[in-house]
T-cell receptor, first 113, second 113 residues
């Protein structure tokens, strides 16, 4: 599990706040992903990066803004979120983009008040 | 519409007993199917991966089966242990898609002593 780390593990924010989630992978992978996991619902793919280039933006609201400065780091910038955005946000990486096995971080549990 | 349905939604069994989790999918074209284990407060971890030509694959006490004709998969857990308490998620990859994974909502398994 230490292959992919995420900080913070828990976050409570108001609807007017700006915060950022951080993900770091130590596996030498070239692809990174952001997922949203809500209770009793399938994982929802948000963004995909391959070699620091965004290759997928799955109709995610603009209040979520990803950033990938290098192949080891991925950020998710949050601003003016809504209560329905409360969820577990998971970061994952894989060797390349595709049907490779993805390795997940522990997630950030986000609560929007 | 590509979909993955899992059953049951939740399951409680006694330690030492066996259990079987089901996954039905309507994904086309099919590439492969994975089972992930997600402990509470952690990210998913890959257990098995099967391609079209594979009928069964084992990982310790976990055995996954795949029937590509009926589009069904099962995950059998033998001699359950308390540490098997987790959510088990079935994920199907779409062929010719670099990153399209169809996630099931998972089965929450609780092992009681």
């Amino acid at each position: 599990e230490t292959g992919v780390t995420q900080t913070p593990r828990h976050l409570v924010m108001g609807m007017t706040n700006k915060k950022s989630l951080k993900c770091e992978q130590h596996l030498g992978h070239n692809a990174m992903y952001w997922y949203k996991q809500s209770a009793k619902k399938p994982l929802e793919l948000m963004f995909v990066y391959s070699l620091e280039e965004r290759v997928e933006n799955n109709s995610v609201p603009s209040r979520f803004s990803p950033e990938c400065p290098n192949s080891s780091h991925l950020f998710l910038h949050l601003h003016t979120l809504q209560p329905e955005d409360s969820a577990l946000y998971l970061c994952a990486s894989s060797r390349t983009v595709g049907v490779e096995t993805q390795y997940f971080g522990p997630g950030t549990r986000l609560l929007v008040l | 519409k590509n979909q993955v349905e899992q059953s049951p939604q939740s399951l409680i069994i006694l330690e030492g007993k066996n259990c079987t989790l089901q996954c039905n999918y309507t994904v086309s074209p099919f590439s492969n199917l994975r089972w992930y284990k997600q402990d509470t407060g952690r990210g998913p971890v890959s257990l098995t991966i099967m391609t079209f030509s594979e009928n069964t694959k084992s990982n310790g006490r976990y055995t996954a089966t795949l029937d590509a004709d009926t589009k069904q998969s099962s995950l059998h857990i033998t001699a359950s242990q308390l540490s098997d308490s987790a959510s088990y998620i079935c994920v199907v990859s779409v062929e010719d898609s670099n990153y399209q994974l169809i996630w099931g909502a998972g089965t929450k398994l609780i092992i009681k002593p």
